[in-house]
Every structure is written in structure tokens, then in C-alpha cells.
């Protein structure tokens, strides 16, 4: 253990190191002026494809494929390793200056939309699609993923891949939290193909982004074997059956900056962007 830390009386900012650092700081607002690119669709994305990000495309890509062609979408890429979402135009559709930000076109005057469990709602109510066979239990679903994601991603992820130095306290404490989480999920799906029922809604899409790929040993490099995902055998089964998707396979790539070229498409406007647009193409 590291020595004790005594905070002081009053909290000043200091460089905490690590991967993410220069991606935060205690004030909001824009640090740049920069205006927003706008494409030819009903929908403009502007994100990123780390989880949250992910359930919007998978969103996107799923409703394409039930044929509701009014949902096509320009998706724009963020760095955040840039401060892209501190630029002005980003920051006017989400004050929060985080990935995912949608701008909806569709009706007579624009929306913003942020949160990523927002823009789901958004998008799923708008078509009348993904709403599962039980409003209720879908939208406690929804929300049990948002309320637990920080405890995943800036809690377990942060502490157990990006700090800059292991701490045992933190690691154990979001690792017990985290696989807390996992065996609700697990318990949950027992007697249910999907988080709600026998419907497939946004509900998983959205757990899915964060635990699905946990389980299936797609998030912070060696958790898999740590946290023993293999264990939870019902929640495998519905991970690896989401996974086998077309449009989640899709969903997955737009936007993506990580992984091999193949998997990665930067920017995604049209269709056959996933044919000829990819990274191994376009280098």
C-alpha cells in the first residue's frame, strides 16, 4: 500500500498521470472554437466507440436492418485523446463534453439529444422499435446500466487498466462491485433470453456495450481471467448470442480507433462505407 493520503482542507488540481489524464479537468465549457461537420442524414452522431458509444451505432445499424430507412445516420468521430468534445460545436450539443452527442434533423427544427441511454430512448420511441415486451422492466434495465456503468468503466477500468500505478483498495473494491453486477445479470437472464423477456430491446443493447463485452473478454486486458467471467454462464450465452448480430458486428466498427484496420471505420456516411471505407482500405 501506498502511504496514507490525508486530503487537505481545500482540493487543488494536480496532474494525476495516467492514460486518460489530459481528458479531464474540474471546469466545463468549450476550450476551443471548432463548428461541427453536418452531413446528408436525418442524424448526425458525433462519438466515439467506447461502450456508450457503441450501444448508439448497434442502435442505429439494428434499426437499419428491421428496414426503418429513415434512420440513416452520418456518424462523426470525437477523439477525446484530442479534446475533441471540449470544441464549441461538440460542447453546444452536449454540455458535458462527453461521446455520444446526436443532433436529430428528422422533424421541423433540430434536437439535441445526450446521454447515451437517452439517445436510445430517442431514437427506439421515434421508430416505435427495441422497446421489449415490458415497458417497465426494459426502462429499470436501461437505467440499472447507466447507474452501474461508473462503477465498471471509471471505477474497475480505471483503476485495474489506466491508473498509473495499481492500488489494491480500488481494484478490489470496484472488482466486488463489478462482480456484484455480473451475477444480477446472471440471475436476471436464467429464465430470459434477453434482460426483459423474449423481446430483444435497448435494454441490452445497452448492457450489452458494457457487460456483454466484459464477458466476452473484449474490455481491459487480462479482466477476463480476473474477474472469472467464464463463471457466469447465462449471461455467455446471451453475450455471445448479441454478439453474432450483423448489425452489432457493424455497430461495433463505426467509429472504432482501436483493434485491427478491418474492424475499424472512422467515420461512417453510407452503407457501403463498411465495404470500402474501412481502415485496411483507406490506410
Given at each position: 500500500?501506498?502511504?496514507?493520503?490525508?486530503?487537505?482542507?481545500?482540493?487543488?488540481?494536480?496532474?494525476?498521470?495516467?492514460?486518460?489524464?489530459?481528458?479531464?479537468?474540474?471546469?466545463?465549457?468549450?476550450?476551443?472554437?471548432k463548428t461541427l461537420p453536418v452531413g446528408k442524414h436525418?442524424?448526425?452522431?458525433?462519438?466515439?466507440?467506447?461502450?456508450?458509444?457503441?450501444?448508439?451505432?448497434?442502435?442505429?445499424?439494428?434499426?437499419?436492418?428491421?428496414?426503418?430507412?429513415?434512420?440513416?445516420?452520418?456518424?462523426?468521430?470525437?477523439?477525446?485523446?484530442?479534446?475533441?468534445?471540449?470544441?464549441?460545436?461538440?460542447?453546444?450539443?452536449?454540455?458535458?463534453?462527453?461521446?455520444?452527442?446526436?443532433?436529430?434533423?428528422?422533424?421541423?427544427?433540430?434536437?439535441?439529444?445526450?446521454?447515451?441511454?437517452?439517445?436510445?430512448?430517442?431514437?427506439?420511441?421515434?421508430?416505435?422499435?427495441?422497446?421489449?415486451?415490458?415497458?417497465?422492466?426494459?426502462?429499470?434495465?436501461?437505467?440499472?446500466?447507466?447507474?452501474?456503468?461508473?462503477?465498471?468503466?471509471?471505477?474497475?477500468?480505471?483503476?485495474?487498466?489506466?491508473?498509473?500505478?495499481?492500488?489494491?483498495?480500488?481494484?478490489?473494491?470496484?472488482?466486488?462491485?463489478?462482480?456484484?453486477?455480473?451475477?444480477?445479470?446472471?440471475?436476471?437472464?436464467?429464465?430470459?433470453?434477453?434482460?426483459?423477456?423474449?423481446?430483444?430491446?435497448?435494454?441490452?443493447?445497452?448492457?450489452?456495450?458494457?457487460?456483454?463485452?466484459?464477458?466476452?473478454?473484449?474490455?481491459?486486458?487480462?479482466?477476463?481471467?480476473?474477474?472469472?467471467?467464464q463463471t457466469y454462464e447465462n449471461v455467455q450465452r446471451?453475450?455471445?448470442?448479441?454478439?453474432?448480430?450483423?448489425?452489432?458486428?457493424?455497430?461495433?466498427?463505426?467509429?472504432?480507433?482501436?483493434?485491427?484496420?478491418?474492424?475499424?471505420?472512422?467515420?461512417?456516411?453510407?452503407?457501403?462505407?463498411?465495404?470500402?471505407?474501412?481502415?485496411?482500405?483507406?490506410?
Amino acid at each position: 500500500m501506498s502511504d496514507s493520503y490525508q486530503p487537505p482542507e481545500i482540493w487543488q488540481p494536480e496532474e494525476s498521470g495516467g492514460e486518460f489524464a489530459s481528458i479531464n479537468r474540474p471546469v466545463a465549457g468549450p476550450t476551443h472554437d471548432k463548428t461541427l461537420p453536418v452531413g446528408k442524414h436525418p442524424f448526425q452522431l458525433y462519438s466515439l466507440a467506447t461502450p456508450n458509444g457503441v450501444k448508439v451505432t448497434v442502435l442505429f445499424e439494428e434499426l437499419l436492418a428491421a428496414g426503418h430507412t429513415g434512420a440513416e445516420y452520418d456518424a462523426w468521430l470525437i477523439d477525446i485523446r484530442n479534446g475533441d468534445q471540449f470544441g464549441s460545436g461538440f460542447v453546444d450539443v452536449n454540455p458535458n463534453s462527453k461521446i455520444p452527442a446526436l443532433i436529430d434533423n428528422s422533424g421541423p427544427a433540430p434536437v439535441r439529444v445526450f446521454e447515451s441511454g437517452a439517445i436510445l430512448l430517442h431514437l427506439a420511441e421515434k421508430f416505435g422499435a427495441f422497446l421489449g415486451d415490458n415497458r417497465s422492466e426494459m426502462l429499470s434495465w436501461l437505467m440499472w446500466q447507466m447507474g452501474s456503468a461508473p462503477y465498471l468503466g471509471g471505477g474497475f477500468g480505471h483503476f485495474y487498466a489506466y491508473a498509473p500505478e495499481k492500488m489494491k483498495y480500488p481494484i478490489d473494491r470496484f472488482a466486488m462491485e463489478t462482480k456484484r453486477q455480473l451475477d444480477v445479470l446472471d440471475r436476471n437472464l436464467a429464465d430470459r433470453r434477453y434482460v426483459t423477456g423474449d423481446a430483444y430491446s435497448i435494454a441490452d443493447m445497452a448492457i450489452w456495450a458494457w457487460y456483454g463485452q466484459l464477458a466476452l473478454g473484449r474490455q481491459y486486458e487480462g479482466s477476463a481471467k480476473f474477474l472469472q467471467v467464464q463463471t457466469y454462464e447465462n449471461v455467455q450465452r446471451w453475450a455471445s448470442e448479441i454478439a453474432e448480430r450483423p448489425a452489432v458486428e457493424r455497430g461495433r466498427m463505426v467509429n472504432r480507433m482501436t483493434g485491427e484496420p478491418e474492424t475499424q471505420l472512422h467515420e461512417r456516411h453510407d452503407a457501403r462505407d463498411f465495404e470500402t471505407r474501412t481502415q485496411d482500405k483507406i490506410g
